[in-house]
């Protein structure tokens, strides 16, 4: 599409393939730009019409070009259900096609086997001269050999590929691959999208490499808003199956992160994404949580946790603070939020994608930190535990990893499980005990976070002092986290009821309860009366008196908490059984009253 500018609003905006490109700036100035990409060549068609529809309706006045061609409306094809137009979308390219005596025998041979299948009926969409060229080496595949690989991609599964997809993706060109797999998909969505023809997003799971998963991503978010929560467990699917460690780790995003939207949170997919990553771990041998520490990005920093942003004449260095809060370290020394204005003598180029990698980088970066404090709360609370050369390995000499684990107090464990000393990982990675002389891991069998019921009063002060001399904040409550013990009472009960009677504003106790990761037990009429929680070896359950028609978002209405037990599933029928409290490990009877504690504190 032409460019087309926007007057007193100094907007240029500019459709390319399925990208929209908007510039903001004063006249005779680069502005700064924004890219948007979009499913669809007509997706961003129809957004930047909107766009500049919204510009003119306040007021404003498109500038016309003097040199601008006018914009011709693709015509339409006469096949119902396309909205492609007569001339192919690429241009000829330079490269020659395979002839008889050029093309690789592998290549004859898949031909051969594909023309022998039938074409799925709808599959017009599909048209050999409208789809970018597939190059091997030298030469691209010619009109025969591309139409086979479409019917290799009709009849394809992703449980038993066909050889003649494998070998593409191994012999030729990545970007290519990625070209025809996107645009072939892209057609598919614009002629709506039949379940039938489903192979053309396959293609990307079959062909795509990174920058497809990378691509793919957004639109697997959007999707399930859209209602079509079906595509984006197919798209879960394609990440899996491109099967590189930039797409598993897009993959593990969902498994992770629910996809929420205000309100609305889309909890299937992210279940869909764990039992693929569960499936992925036990085929590469290892555990899931395994499998997601060696899938935590680095973001493109170096081994010291640093990258440099290129103006051309002046470099900038990336530092990353407490939490994993980027900045920017000027020459002179000093450390800003953000990175400086380019100047006049800047590289224009160099500058303009320097900014867009920052951008980019502190939402990566802001990503990782929740998510990895996170699982490393949760490795606190479970008890997970790392050999020496795992935790060196995925935490201490990880670029991110490395500086979120600083403020944590570390436990070292003997071969039995007994903590046998605490310590911390320096700045230079090395290690440090409370009275913070140098030490090491030397007969020692795990490492694991220390809980804080795991440690006395004196060690709790002398680690506090330490970290308070260093500035070092954690990423979560650790020496400060609540403890609580059970009643001497309560060690001979199946219940705790120390809560009775307290009434806590309904909507504080039902959304506090979700906030802090509980979840509602729904009856065969879905209605609840109950919360759950996972917690190490067993199930806490919450029970409160709540009628089927009470309204608990109201304020102004309250609740008690009955009664709060622990049960346990075993067996082949998963038989439930109520675990006695001594038995209950005390992490968790730590936890669970930790929260009820907090909450009941809002009551009366």
């Given at each position: 599409?032409a460019r087309r500018?926007?007057?007193r609003?100094?907007?240029?905006?500019?459709?390319?393939?399925?990208?929209?490109?908007?510039?903001?700036g004063?006249?005779?100035?680069?502005?700064?730009?924004?890219?948007?990409e979009?499913?669809?060549v007509?997706e961003?068609?129809k957004?930047?019409d909107?766009?500049?529809?919204?510009?003119?309706?306040k007021?404003?006045?498109?500038?016309k070009?003097?040199n601008?061609?006018?914009?011709?409306?693709?015509?339409?094809?006469?096949?119902?259900?396309l909205?492609?137009?007569?001339?192919p979308?690429f241009p000829?390219?330079?490269?020659?096609?395979?002839?008889?005596?050029?093309?690789?025998?592998?290549?004859?041979?898949?031909?051969?086997?594909?023309?022998g299948?039938?074409?799925?009926?709808?599959?017009?969409?599909?048209?050999?001269?409208?789809?970018?060229?597939?190059?091997?080496?030298?030469?691209?595949?010619?009109?025969e050999?591309?139409?086979?690989?479409?019917?290799?991609l009709q009849?394809?599964?992703?449980?038993k590929?066909p050889?003649?997809?494998g070998?593409?993706?191994?012999?030729?060109n990545?970007?290519?691959l990625?070209?025809?797999a996107?645009?072939?998909m892209?057609?598919?969505?614009d002629?709506g999208a039949?379940?039938?023809?489903?192979?053309a997003m396959?293609?990307?799971?079959?062909?795509?490499?990174?920058?497809?998963a990378?691509k793919?991503?957004?639109?697997l978010?959007?999707?399930?808003?859209?209602?079509?929560?079906q595509?984006?467990?197919l798209g879960?699917?394609?990440l899996?199956?491109i099967?590189?460690?930039?797409?598993?780790t897009?993959l593990?995003?969902?498994?992770l992160?629910?996809?929420t939207?205000?309100k609305?949170?889309?909890?299937s997919?992210?279940r869909?994404?764990c039992?693929?990553?569960?499936?992925?771990a036990?085929?590469?041998g290892?555990?899931?949580?395994?499998?997601?520490?060696?899938?935590?990005p680095?973001c493109?920093?170096?081994?010291?946790?640093s990258?440099v942003f290129?103006?051309?004449p002046?470099?900038?260095?990336?530092?990353?603070?407490?939490?994993l809060?980027?900045?920017?370290?000027?020459?002179d020394?000093?450390v800003?939020?953000s990175?400086?204005?380019?100047?006049a003598?800047?590289?224009?180029?160099?500058?303009?994608?320097?900014v867009a990698?920052w951008?980019?980088?502190?939402k990566q970066?802001?990503?990782?930190a929740s998510?990895?404090a996170?699982?490393l709360?949760?490795?606190?609370?479970f008890?997970?535990?790392?050999?020496?050369?795992?935790?060196?390995?995925?935490l201490?000499?990880?670029?991110?990893?490395t500086?979120?684990?600083?403020?944590?107090?570390w436990?070292?464990?003997?071969?039995?499980?007994?903590?046998?000393?605490?310590?911390r990982v320096?700045e230079?990675?090395?290690?440090?005990?409370?009275a913070?002389?140098?030490?090491t891991?030397k007969g020692?069998?795990t490492?694991?976070?220390v809980?804080p019921?795991?440690?006395?009063?004196s060690?709790?002060t002398?680690?506090?002092d330490?970290?308070?001399d260093?500035?070092?904040?954690p990423?979560?409550?650790?020496?400060?986290?609540?403890?609580?013990r059970l009643?001497?009472?309560?060690?001979?009960?199946r219940?705790?009821t120390?809560?009775?009677?307290?009434a806590?504003?309904?909507?504080?106790?039902?959304?506090g309860?979700?906030?802090?990761?509980?979840?509602?037990?729904?009856?065969?009429?879905?209605?609840?009366k109950?919360h759950?929680?996972f917690?190490?070896?067993?199930?806490a359950?919450?029970?409160y008196?709540?009628d089927?028609?009470?309204?608990?978002?109201?304020?102004?209405n309250s609740?008690a908490i009955?009664?709060c037990?622990?049960e346990?599933?075993?067996?082949?029928?998963?038989k439930?059984?109520q675990?006695?409290?001594?038995?209950?490990d005390p992490v968790?009877?730590s936890?669970?009253?930790s929260?009820?504690s907090?909450?009941?504190?809002?009551?009366?």
């Amino acid at each position: 599409m032409a460019r087309r500018k926007i007057e007193r609003s100094a907007k240029a905006v500019r459709t390319e393939s399925t990208s929209q490109k908007v510039r903001d700036g004063r006249p005779g100035t680069r502005g700064q730009a924004k890219v948007k990409e979009f499913a669809t060549v007509a997706e961003a068609t129809k957004a930047t019409d909107k766009l500049i529809a919204a510009k003119l309706q306040k007021g404003t006045s498109e500038v016309k070009s003097a040199n601008a061609k006018p914009v011709v409306p693709a015509a339409k094809s006469r096949k119902v259900g396309l909205s492609t137009v007569e001339k192919p979308d690429f241009p000829p390219p330079a490269l020659e096609e395979f002839s008889t005596s050029t093309t690789p025998p592998w290549l004859a041979k898949a031909t051969v086997t594909a023309t022998g299948l039938s074409r799925i009926r709808g599959s017009e969409f599909a048209v050999v001269a409208r789809l970018p060229p597939i190059t091997v080496g030298k030469h691209r595949l010619n009109s025969e050999q591309v139409a086979a690989v479409l019917l290799a991609l009709q009849h394809a599964e992703f449980d038993k590929p066909p050889d003649m997809l494998g070998r593409l993706r191994k012999c030729a060109n990545a970007e290519s691959l990625d070209a025809f797999a996107w645009t072939l998909m892209s057609k598919w969505l614009d002629s709506g999208a039949s379940p039938r023809h489903k192979w053309a997003m396959r293609a990307i799971g079959f062909l795509g490499s990174d920058a497809l998963a990378i691509k793919l991503t957004p639109l697997l978010r959007a999707w399930p808003v859209e209602n079509y929560h079906q595509r984006a467990v197919l798209g879960l699917e394609c990440l899996m199956h491109i099967g590189t460690d930039k797409a598993i780790t897009e993959l593990n995003l969902f498994a992770l992160q629910p996809v929420t939207v205000g309100k609305a949170t889309f909890s299937s997919l992210q279940r869909k994404a764990c039992s693929m990553m569960e499936a992925i771990a036990m085929k590469k041998g290892l555990t899931a949580r395994q499998l997601e520490d060696r899938l935590v990005p680095d973001c493109g920093l170096d081994n010291l946790g640093s990258r440099v942003f290129d103006f051309g004449p002046r470099q900038f260095h990336l530092v990353l603070g407490p939490g994993l809060k980027p900045g920017i370290k000027l020459p002179d020394g000093t450390v800003k939020n953000s990175l400086p204005n380019p100047r006049a003598k800047d590289d224009s180029a160099k500058a303009e994608s320097a900014v867009a990698e920052w951008k980019l980088l502190k939402k990566q970066i802001k990503a990782v930190a929740s998510i990895q404090a996170q699982r490393l709360e949760q490795s606190m609370v479970f008890g997970s535990r790392w050999t020496v050369p795992e935790f060196e390995l995925v935490l201490v000499k990880h670029a991110l990893n490395t500086i979120l684990i600083r403020p944590l107090i570390w436990g070292g464990y003997d071969l039995r499980g007994k903590l046998a000393a605490t310590f911390r990982v320096r700045e230079d990675r090395t290690y440090a005990d409370a009275a913070d002389n140098a030490c090491t891991l030397k007969g020692i069998g795990t490492v694991g976070v220390v809980h804080p019921l795991h440690l006395n009063e004196s060690q709790k002060t002398a680690w506090g002092d330490v970290l308070s001399d260093y500035d070092l904040i954690p990423p979560f409550l650790q020496l400060s986290r609540r403890v609580v013990r059970l009643e001497s009472k309560e060690f001979k009960a199946r219940e705790i009821t120390r809560f009775q009677g307290i009434a806590i504003p309904a909507p504080t106790l039902i959304f506090g309860l979700e906030r802090l990761g509980w979840s509602r037990v729904r009856d065969d009429h879905g209605s609840f009366k109950q919360h759950a929680k996972f917690v190490p070896g067993v199930w806490a359950v919450v029970c409160y008196d709540m009628d089927f028609d009470f309204d608990y978002s109201n304020p102004k209405n309250s609740l008690a908490i009955e009664t709060c037990y622990f049960e346990k599933y075993s067996g082949r029928g998963l038989k439930v059984k109520q675990v006695p409290l001594k038995k209950v490990d005390p992490v968790a009877i730590s936890e669970v009253l930790s929260d009820l504690s907090a909450l009941a504190a809002k009551g009366r």
